[in-house]
């Protein structure tokens, strides 16, 4: 079946460190990829997509690259910032008769001052 | 930059009571959806809704569930009797066209409370 795969969180960094979060999928077809971020007591908001193999999607410093060979779309940013702190959402977006979203588990961020 | 807008944002209701809630997706998208995310879990698919049907739902979207577009601009979700694992945030959601590549926009959820 469909399925997205992040590593599980809390994952807790000191300012300006360099973040990673990991995203595998699982996909019949050619899904879209994307990347959402959920700040505390807000909604879902879309952080970056890509939508075919090697594209780089990229935002406010944060990119992730869609890499087919291994099936995945990590999640990087140079240096975090405390406002950074929310909860990372990773996506496919598939036509299967329909169309929908699937997401990971989520993974919560932690930026220390 | 246009958004997603959901009524209530925070809902107490008593098990057995019906809810709705409510919508208002982007203007010129035409394709709607609603998610859930259950306290600390994953978001989940529930309905897919194009030309004032359903056109996709999981096998959480039981009869107790029902959505509709009542005019040219809402889109509701409609729980008849809540159970207490009802209680989540329900996004809506939606999109310009269905095609690979295409974007959903979520609004910022309503949070659904059952006691």
């Known amino acids: 079946g469909n399925s997205v795969t992040q590593m599980e969180g809390p994952v807790t960094l000191s300012e300006e460190a360099f973040l990673t979060i990991n995203c595998t999928y699982t996909?019949?077809?050619?899904?879209?990829l994307f990347w959402y971020v959920q700040y505390p007591g807000e909604g879902l908001q879309l952080l970056l997509k890509?939508?075919?193999?090697?594209d780089k999607g990229s935002n406010k410093g944060f990119e992730a690259t869609y890499r087919k060979e291994t099936t995945s779309f990590h999640l990087e940013k140079g240096s975090v910032q405390v406002s950074d702190s929310a909860v990372y959402f990773c996506?496919?977006?598939?036509?299967?008769?329909?169309?929908?979203?699937?997401f990971g588990a989520g993974t919560r961020l932690f930026v220390k001052a | 930059e246009p958004e997603v807008t959901q009524t209530p944002s925070h809902q107490v209701t008593q098990m057995g009571q019906e809810v709705i809630l409510r919508c208002v997706p982007i203007?010129?998208?035409?394709?709607f959806y609603w998610y859930r995310q259950i306290l600390g879990q994953k978001v989940e698919f529930l309905v897919s809704?194009?030309?004032?049907?359903?056109?996709?739902k999981s096998e959480i979207f039981d009869d107790q569930f029902s959505v509709e577009r009542p005019d040219g601009s809402n889109f509701t979700l409609k729980i008849r009797s809540t159970k207490l694992e009802d209680s989540a945030m329900y996004f809506c959601?939606?999109?310009?066209?269905?095609?690979?590549?295409?974007?959903?926009?979520f609004g910022e959820g309503s949070w659904l409370t059952v006691v």
């Open positions: 890509a939508t075919k193999a090697d």
């Open positions: 996506a496919l977006s598939l036509l299967t008769g329909g169309f929908k979203t699937i």
């Open positions: 996909a019949t077809g050619y899904p879209s």
């Open positions: 203007s010129n998208h035409l394709y």
């Open positions: 959601a939606s999109s310009e066209e269905v095609a690979s590549g295409n974007t959903i926009y």
């Open positions: 809704f194009y030309n004032n049907e359903i056109s996709e």
